[in-house]
């Protein structure tokens, strides 16, 4: 009767190990031996298992990486945009609406071959429109000029229009430059020049 008492207080033991229930204590069993028909009962003591201590690894504090801002290479010249009348299209007159200019480089000099884009909303009309530097149309404005059409009347903007310079692989040259528009056929004609820094 002590054997099988014993052995089944092991096996109550075993089965509530640690693991199974860390914070009970002391566990109390009431067994019935099958030859008296009589309670007994069986105090087993368990020892809640002592957490594992938890490695924490600090990481050596490294330095952030400085971000410097990258300094685009073309710049707006001094009193861009200018607003004069439209002289480039003398049969639209007031009937027109553009932006031109030149790109420069640190020897004033013209530079061709380089994409000038204008995007954004002018009214209700959504604008994304490009044009090369040099080709032969915008001669008017001097060699390597530009020219982009935006509208065929004078309309009123407010930086809702930008332009940007890029090179012709698309790797942007200049920041995204808003400039205003007038609704005035003496300020039609926007002229924009840049400069290589």
Same mark, same amino acid.
């Given at each position: 009767?002590?054997?099988?008492?014993?052995l089944?207080?092991?096996?109550?033991?075993?089965?509530t190990?640690?693991?199974?229930?860390p914070?009970?204590?002391p @566990?109390?069993? +009431?067994?019935? !031996?099958?030859?008296s028909? $009589?309670?007994?009962?069986i105090?087993?003591?368990t020892q #809640?298992a002592?957490?594992?201590?938890?490695?924490i690894?600090?990481?050596?504090?490294?330095?952030?990486?400085? @971000?410097t801002p +990258?300094?685009? !290479?073309i710049?707006?010249? $001094?009193g861009?945009?200018a607003?004069?009348?439209?002289f #480039?299209?003398p049969?639209a007159?007031?009937?027109?609406?553009?932006?031109?200019?030149?790109?420069?480089?640190?020897e004033?000099?013209?530079?061709?071959?380089?994409?000038?884009i204008?995007?954004?909303?002018?009214?209700q009309?959504?604008i994304?429109?490009i044009?090369?530097?040099?080709?032969?149309?915008?001669?008017?404005?001097?060699?390597?000029?530009?020219?982009i059409?935006?509208?065929?009347?004078?309309?009123?903007?407010n930086?809702?229009?930008s332009?940007q310079?890029?090179?012709?692989?698309g790797?942007?040259l200049?920041?995204s430059i808003?400039f205003?528009t007038?609704?005035?056929?003496e300020?039609?004609l926007?002229?924009i020049n840049?400069?290589?820094?």
């Amino acid at each position: 009767m002590k054997t099988k008492l014993i052995l089944t207080a092991i096996l109550i033991m075993l089965l509530t190990g640690c693991q199974f229930m860390p914070n009970i204590l002391p @566990v109390v069993y +009431t067994l019935i !031996p099958e030859s008296s028909g $009589t309670p007994v009962t069986i105090e087993v003591e368990t020892q #809640a298992a002592s957490p594992s201590p938890v490695q924490i690894s600090t990481p050596s504090l490294l330095p952030l990486p400085t @971000v410097t801002p +990258t300094m685009l !290479p073309i710049v707006l010249q $001094t009193g861009s945009p200018a607003y004069i009348q439209n002289f #480039a299209h003398p049969d639209a007159g007031c009937a027109w609406l553009g932006v031109a200019g030149q790109i420069f480089d640190a020897e004033n000099k013209p530079v061709t071959n380089l994409a000038v884009i204008v995007k954004g909303m002018l009214g209700q009309a959504k604008i994304d429109k490009i044009a090369l530097t040099g080709i032969p149309e915008a001669d008017v404005y001097g060699p390597g000029g530009y020219e982009i059409i935006l509208a065929d009347q004078p309309l009123v903007s407010n930086n809702t229009l930008s332009i940007q310079v890029f090179d012709i692989d698309g790797n942007s040259l200049s920041k995204s430059i808003p400039f205003i528009t007038y609704s005035d056929c003496e300020k039609n004609l926007i002229i924009i020049n840049f400069l290589i820094n």
